[in-house]
């Protein structure tokens, strides 16, 4: 069974990454998303069986989007509280129990890059009769540099394709690391684990019955919404919160390290992605309308706009619509800096790109004035949105393609492309797409609040609050 781990925000890949769009949902290296890239690579393992993929409220729709986009069916674990790996882990293991079996689970962050596909199979089927066996298998990452951002396993004794684990050691200083490197005998922690789900929920029971009991009492509890999981708010809250490193892998006598070297890369900084994409003859990596004069081994991308650079060196600039970046390359890991610096002045860059997904498909931000705002919408086919009104603001809509049903108070429209409609302030109303091309609409917006916050919803499709 792959357990995909869905959680965490990218801050460091600011402006690209927000809190409501994280770096697992980018495409940062071709056509595919980090997510669906890490999906994708397991093409081959048939006896993995179905994904589970844990992720949060927030970005439940973003997953399940992203896996039908490729055709993957899979099960969304929703986790209604952070509580760390351990008790995400232990929750996934009681799931895919239910049935009374016990299934190997690869456990993968979904945010990684893994260049040679052909490689990382290959450790992996290495480490599956280790894990049927009993063991908890790990995947260490053959050091490239002396690397200061990475925690480090120490290998012992050689067992037949692998190691057994010495011990894990913390992020090192410099020289430290560059004494690992030159050892030989330590790999970088990359957070991928394969075992037993038996032998996991058994093992951590007697290592921590904290997290194992409110586990399975929340997903005892748990039930379905649309498609997903929601596992027991209460009981999930009382897990105590801990990685799977220090709650079981630095304690287990029967922990192996199975060597990988696969052209993986955490992209934990915006520096770090150069080591993935390919550059030019000046050693720029340049993505969207970029021209760069004089320029070398820089990081420049353009998402909305052309951008254009002089003379530049060792730098990064990331442009999204509403926000641009630029660093020196050593500097990226700052990048957070500017994030808490947003969150503390209240601002939604931190959060939010002017291009905002939502379950019946997304909007995106056009001009905003003092009492005004206009927004592009895109509706899927077959979708709606939720049966609302405002108390602050009236709305125009204009239909530009596709077709909309309308309901505006008791009435009920069809409009068609270059038709139109006003929705004033306080009236009931609802958009759908009942025909089989995107629906694609310019909304103005006009009243002296024009907040997202300003929606009172009387029903909802996707089970979202009302």
Same mark, same amino acid.
């Given at each position: 069974?792959? %357990? !995909?781990?869905?959680?965490?925000?990218?801050?460091?890949?600011?402006?690209?990454?927000? /809190?409501?769009?994280?770096?697992?949902?980018?495409?940062?290296?071709?056509?595919?998303?980090?997510?669906?890239?890490?999906?994708?690579? !397991?093409?081959?393992?048939?006896?993995?069986?179905?994904?589970?993929?844990?992720?949060?409220?927030?970005?439940?729709?973003?997953?399940?989007?992203?896996?039908?986009?490729?055709?993957?069916?899979?099960?969304?674990?929703?986790?209604?509280?952070?509580?760390?790996? /351990?008790?995400?882990?232990?929750? /996934?293991?009681? &799931?895919?129990?239910?049935?009374?079996?016990?299934?190997?689970?690869?456990?993968?962050?979904?945010?990684?890059?893994?260049?040679?596909?052909?490689?990382?199979?290959?450790?992996? #089927?290495?480490?599956?009769? @280790?894990?049927?066996?009993?063991?908890? =298998?790990?995947?260490?990452?053959?050091?490239?540099?002396?690397?200061?951002?990475?925690? +480090?396993?120490?290998?012992?004794?050689?067992? #037949?394709?692998?190691? /057994?684990?010495?011990?894990?050691? $913390?992020?090192?200083?410099?020289?430290?690391?560059?004494?690992?490197?030159?050892?030989?005998?330590? +790999?970088?922690?990359?957070?991928?684990?394969?075992?037993?789900?038996?032998?996991?929920?058994?093992?951590?029971?007697?290592?921590?019955?904290?997290?194992?009991?409110? #586990?399975?009492?929340?997903?005892?509890?748990?039930?379905?919404?649309?498609?997903?999981?929601? !596992?027991?708010?209460?009981?999930?809250?009382?897990?105590?919160?801990?990685?799977?490193?220090?709650?079981?892998?630095?304690?287990?006598?029967?922990?192996?390290?199975?060597?990988?070297?696969?052209?993986?890369?955490?992209?934990?900084?915006?520096?770090?992605?150069?080591?993935?994409?390919?550059?030019?003859?000046?050693?720029?990596?340049?993505?969207?309308?970029?021209?760069?004069?004089?320029?070398?081994?820089?990081?420049?991308?353009?998402?909305?706009?052309? %951008?254009?650079?002089?003379?530049?060196?060792?730098?990064?600039?990331? $442009?999204?619509?509403?926000?641009?970046?630029?660093?020196? *390359?050593?500097?990226?890991?700052? =990048?957070?800096?500017?994030?808490?610096?947003?969150?503390?002045?209240?601002?939604?860059?931190?959060?939010?790109?002017?291009?905002?997904?939502?379950? &019946?498909?997304?909007?995106?931000?056009? %001009?905003?004035?003092?009492?005004?705002?206009?927004?592009?919408?895109?509706? *899927?086919?077959?979708?709606?949105?939720?049966?609302? *009104? @405002?108390?602050?603001?009236? $709305? @125009? &809509?204009?239909?530009?393609?596709?077709?909309?049903?309308?309901?505006?108070?008791?009435?009920?429209?069809?409009?068609?492309?270059?038709?139109?409609?006003?929705?004033?302030?306080?009236?009931? @109303?609802?958009?759908?797409?009942?025909?089989?091309?995107?629906?694609?609409?310019?909304?103005?917006?006009?009243?002296?609040?024009?907040? $997202?916050?300003?929606?009172?919803?009387?029903?909802?499709?996707?089970?979202?609050?009302?």
């Amino acid at each position: 069974m792959p %357990v !995909l781990l869905c959680g965490g925000s990218g801050t460091r890949l600011w402006p690209l990454s927000r /809190a409501q769009y994280p770096k697992q949902f980018l495409r940062l290296l071709g056509e595919h998303s980090l997510l669906q890239a890490t999906l994708l690579r !397991l093409e081959g393992f048939p006896e993995l069986g179905r994904p589970v993929l844990i992720t949060n409220e927030a970005h439940r729709f973003l997953v399940a989007e992203q896996i039908r986009e490729i055709g993957i069916e899979a099960d969304i674990l929703l986790e209604p509280a952070a509580r760390n790996t /351990a008790p995400a882990l232990a929750a /996934a293991a009681q &799931w895919c129990r239910q049935d009374g079996q016990s299934p190997l689970m690869l456990v993968l962050p979904s945010d990684h890059v893994v260049t040679d596909i052909a490689a990382f199979q290959q450790a992996v #089927a290495l480490g599956l009769p @280790h894990a049927a066996a009993g063991r908890f =298998v790990t995947f260490g990452i053959t050091p490239e540099r002396a690397e200061t951002g990475y925690g +480090y396993i120490h290998r012992g004794a050689a067992i #037949a394709d692998g190691f /057994a684990i010495d011990r894990f050691v $913390e992020k090192p200083d410099l020289t430290t690391a560059q004494s690992y490197l030159d050892s030989g005998e330590y +790999y970088w922690n990359s957070g991928m684990f394969l075992f037993r789900a038996d032998r996991y929920l058994r093992t951590l029971s007697r290592l921590a019955p904290d997290i194992v009991e409110p #586990a399975r009492n929340a997903v005892d509890r748990a039930r379905r919404d649309l498609d997903f999981i929601r !596992l027991d708010s209460e009981a999930f809250a009382a897990c105590r919160a801990d990685s799977i490193d220090y709650a079981l892998m630095e304690k287990t006598d029967d922990g192996i390290v199975i060597p990988l070297s696969a052209g993986w890369n955490d992209i934990g900084a915006w520096d770090t992605l150069c080591r993935s994409a390919s550059a030019d003859f000046n050693g720029n990596t340049c993505t969207g309308d970029v021209i760069a004069h004089d320029c070398s081994n820089n990081l420049i991308r353009a998402e909305s706009r052309l %951008v254009t650079t002089i003379g530049l060196t060792d730098m990064v600039v990331i $442009e999204t619509a509403d926000a641009v970046l630029i660093a020196p *390359k050593n500097r990226t890991q700052e =990048v957070k800096k500017i994030v808490e610096q947003l969150q503390r002045d209240g601002r939604t860059e931190s959060d939010l790109h002017m291009h905002v997904h939502r379950p &019946w498909g997304s909007y995106q931000g056009i %001009v905003q004035g003092e009492r005004y705002q206009v927004k592009r919408i895109i509706v *899927k086919p077959g979708k709606r949105l939720s049966l609302q *009104k @405002h108390h602050h603001r009236a $709305e @125009h &809509w204009i239909v530009v393609r596709g077709t909309a049903q309308v309901t505006r108070g008791e009435e009920i429209l069809l409009l068609a492309e270059n038709e139109s409609t006003y929705i004033p302030l306080g009236v009931v @109303h609802r958009l759908e797409n009942l025909g089989k091309i995107d629906l694609e609409m310019i909304e103005v917006q006009s009243g002296g609040y024009l907040g $997202e916050d300003d929606i009172v919803r009387l029903e909802d499709s996707y089970g979202r609050a009302i």
